[in-house]
């Protein structure tokens, strides 16, 4: 879920082509043609699912893609896209189940290309990405070695980027007011209108007032890093590596989205992941316990950044639930998709006060160190 300039939540720049457009997009940029394309969800890019046709004695290679079209805003920023796209080249590379670009004609990881017939001829950036096999984390059963596994991941990826990715344009990833790093919960103030006077409002504004007086002043003591920042539960897809109906296993087969990725600190991540997987749990207040375990498999918290979690997480509701509110008055007709997180997030956010910060974080901290002491289930 990114957003069109980095301190607005979205302004009117989602691209709008028509299926042939896109078919003949693909023809011309990267000389290949489709044999079928149909559009995929998506917050404010466009995106295609595409498979394209080969001729005999064709060069081999994948034969079903994701034709993104970045929104027209960010579209005015290359080298956080180069950033984004050259990320996910090297996880690839590094064995993570990320997506690679195919080249245009011209051997350019990405074109810029003129949009639909919309005011102002817009640019959009264009590229076309191998499409990854699995299921969303949305659509299945999730169970706790599930979300041990994403804790897992999430703390690898950071681990990896900020260790070992080093690329000229990585600095565009300093994005001081991207809206959706967690550090700019504050910022939430801008758009809180959108949710009209309620009960809602009232637990957000608690939110911030605690995240501006007990988060951002410690902020310094986190350890830094790249952050991929939208780990939820559509952008994780699963293979199931077991028969068993009653005890599923999955693996991670694919990991997507990047354009939310900047600096930022390892418990961000892990603070997203929980947010997300609470989402997509029967028992939510459970959940941040087997993703920590996971996250601490690879890369243990300090105490200062334990004792953030709770607002992190709480952080991470509020800018879904309030973003995703100020886009729907915007884009009325993509409502239903803007407000997926909020069919349950207000119900978990809501939970997560009533019950109360020291007996949420009791829960994790007791769930997470039982797997220190016992491999996990």
């Not at 810029?112 to 001829?121: A, I, K, R, V, Y």
């Not at 758009?191 to 902020?219: C, S």
């Not at 008055?329 to 006060?353: C, D, R, S, V």
Request: glycine share 6%; aromatic share 10%.
């Amino acid at each position: 879920m990114s957003s069109g300039n980095d301190s607005q939540p979205q302004t009117f720049t989602k691209p709008a082509l028509g299926e042939k457009e896109a078919t003949e997009l693909v023809d011309r940029v990267f000389g290949l043609k489709v044999s079928w394309l149909r559009p995929l969800p998506s917050y404010d890019d466009q995106n295609f699912h595409v498979r394209v046709s080969r001729n005999k004695g064709a060069a081999e290679g994948a034969d079903e893609y994701v034709l993104k079209i970045t929104n027209s805003e960010d579209s005015q920023e290359p080298d956080l896209i180069e950033a984004q796209t050259q990320a996910m080249m090297f996880l690839s590379a590094e064995g993570f189940p990320s997506a690679t670009p195919y080249l245009t004609k011209d051997g350019n990881i990405m074109s810029l290309e003129s949009g639909d017939t919309g005011p102002g001829n817009r640019k959009y950036m264009v590229r076309l990405l191998t499409y990854l096999p699995g299921t969303p984390v949305a659509k299945i059963a999730t169970n706790t070695q599930l979300f041990y596994e994403i804790g897992k991941l999430a703390a690898s990826l950071d681990k990896a980027l900020s260790e070992k990715f080093h690329h000229p344009s990585v600095k565009s990833l300093q994005r001081g007011q991207f809206i959706w790093n967690l550090a700019n919960v504050p910022l939430l103030d801008r758009y809180i209108y959108a949710l009209g006077q309620n009960k809602y409002r009232e637990v957000v504004e608690q939110v911030i007032e605690q995240f501006k007086g007990k988060v951002i002043p410690k902020l310094s003591s986190f350890r830094a890093c790249i952050n991929h920042g939208d780990l939820n539960d559509h952008n994780i897809l699963v293979d199931s590596t077991s028969a068993s109906l009653e005890n599923p296993q999955y693996r991670v087969s694919g990991i997507l989205d990047f354009s939310d990725m900047s600096y930022g600190y390892y418990v961000f991540e892990v603070a997203i992941a929980i947010m997300y997987m609470m989402i997509e749990s029967p028992d939510p207040l459970s959940v941040g316990g087997h993703v920590l375990a996971g996250f601490e498999s690879v890369l243990p918290l300090t105490e200062e950044e334990k004792g953030a979690l709770f607002l992190l997480v709480s952080g991470r509701f509020s800018q879904s639930l309030v973003i995703a509110a100020h886009t729907a008055l915007q884009y009325p007709e993509n409502k239903e998709y803007l407000m997926i997180t909020a069919k349950t997030g207000w119900k978990h956010l809501m939970k997560m006060f009533e019950v109360g910060q020291e007996a949420v974080e009791k829960t994790w901290f007791e769930t997470a160190k039982a797997y220190a002491n016992h491999a996990p289930a």
